[in-house]
Each structure stands twice: as C-alpha cells, then as structure tokens.
C-alpha cells in the first residue's frame, strides 16, 4: 500500500501569519492518465471532511484562495497564505492514484 | 442542493454484521464513483472502500477486504455497505462521499454527516 507521511504532525500558527503542511508518499502519485490524483482535506472540529485541493494544485469551489497547493511525484505540499482563525482544524492529503486510497496522518492546525 | 445521508449504523456485537446505506440526491448519481471513509474515535481519517460509476472497479482498505462488500444500485440513487464479521477496531463513524468522475480520484466535494457503527459485547 501506498503510505502518506505528513509532517508536521501539529502546527502552531499566528493568525495572519503563513502556514505550509508536507506531504510525502512512498510511491509516484501519477497515473495512467497522466493525472496526480493527490487531494487536501480540511476537517473542522465536529464536522465532516471537506475537500479543499484535488489533483495537486486545484482548489475546490468556494475555498479562499490563500489555500494553495504544489507538489509532483512524491512530494507535495499545502500552504496557507494567511492564517485565520476558521483555519483552524485538522489537514489531511490523500492518494487515489493507487488501490487501496490511503489517507495521510493528519495535521493539526492550532492557533497560537 | 447535493445530499448524502448516511443510516444502518448501530451497537453491534463482534462476528455480526451490519448493511450501511447512502441515499444520494442533488446529482446525476449514476456519473459519479462513490466511498466510504471511516474515523474512529479521536483518531484519523481512513478510506475504507471506493466503487466506479458503473460497478466495474472496486477497491477496499487491507483492513476490511473480505470481510466488507461495497455495492450501489444507480436506479435508486444509494451506496451500500454490507460489513460482515465486525471487529472491535471497526467502531467508527462512517462517511459516505461522492467521487469524481473516474474512481482514482477519490472521495471528492460531498461528504454525508455519517453514521456511527459500535463494534461491542
């Protein structure tokens, strides 16, 4: 299986301030079609997940656009422009690329 | 407005089985794959099986394979989960979410509330 490490694990941040979450797979996240299948996931404290980036870099509708996303390959990342306080939550990346999608540890994004 | 509800969740005692259902309105459900995402108790998210817009292509977790069954019927609109000789370790609240057009791009833009699912004697 294909195993998705995040770093950092937590993440302290001042509001306004900029934020940036890594995410690595064990394997190349492209697929037969060319695609990176790599999406960002936001869950809220006491809500459902929400997606906020698929495919590396394509922000969802209606997320803010200080969300951004980047990466190839392996290696991918999700920054935060500004740090507000509706931010605050748990951020996941997650491969759909390979069978079974696995998810990574999560983030969490905690206001200092 | 896009909708997914979750129910069949339930207190369950371990080697029994339990059939989730997703009632799925506000698309055309039959163009879409669809997944389930479990997260236990305090812990993170975990994909726990994922079924293409027309049956031909289902993947399950190492965590459930053979013991879960993931199948849709397109002319009602519901996604289904029949889970079989449940374990302690399957308590969790499972999410049912739309997908994209094609399987591989995981659970997408649309996630239900979720169901809980209590694996104990």
């Known amino acids: 299986d294909v195993v998705m490490t995040q770093s950092p694990l937590s993440l302290p941040v001042t509001l306004g301030q900029p934020a940036s979450i890594s995410c690595r797979s064990s394997?190349?996240?492209?697929?037969?079609?060319?695609?990176?299948?790599l999406n960002w996931f936001q869950q809220r404290p006491g809500q459902s997940p929400r997606r906020l980036i698929y495919k590396v870099s394509n922000r969802d509708s209606g997320v803010p656009d200080r969300f951004s996303g980047s990466g190839s390959g392996t290696d991918f990342t999700l920054k935060i422009s500004r740090v507000e306080a509706e931010d605050v939550g748990v951020y996941y990346c997650m491969q759909g690329t390979h069978w079974p999608q696995t998810f990574g540890q999560g983030t969490k994004v905690e206001i200092k | 407005e896009v909708q997914l509800v979750e129910s069949g969740g339930g207190l369950v005692q371990p080697g029994r089985s339990l059939r989730l259902s997703c009632a799925a309105s506000?698309?055309?459900?039959?163009?879409?794959?669809m997944h389930w995402v479990r997260q236990a108790p305090g812990k993170g998210l975990e994909w726990v099986s994922g079924i293409s817009w027309n049956s031909g292509s289902i993947g399950y977790a190492d965590s459930v394979k053979g013991r879960f069954t993931i199948s849709r019927d397109n002319a009602k609109n519901s996604l289904y989960l029949q889970m079989n000789s449940l374990r302690a370790e399957d308590t969790a609240l499972y999410y049912c979410a739309k997908g994209g057009a094609l399987a591989a791009a995981g659970p997408g833009d649309y996630w239900g509330q979720g169901t809980l699912v209590t694996v104990s004697s």
């Open positions: 506000g698309f055309t459900f039959d163009d879409y794959a």
């Open positions: 394997q190349s996240l492209v697929y037969s079609d060319g695609n990176t299948y």
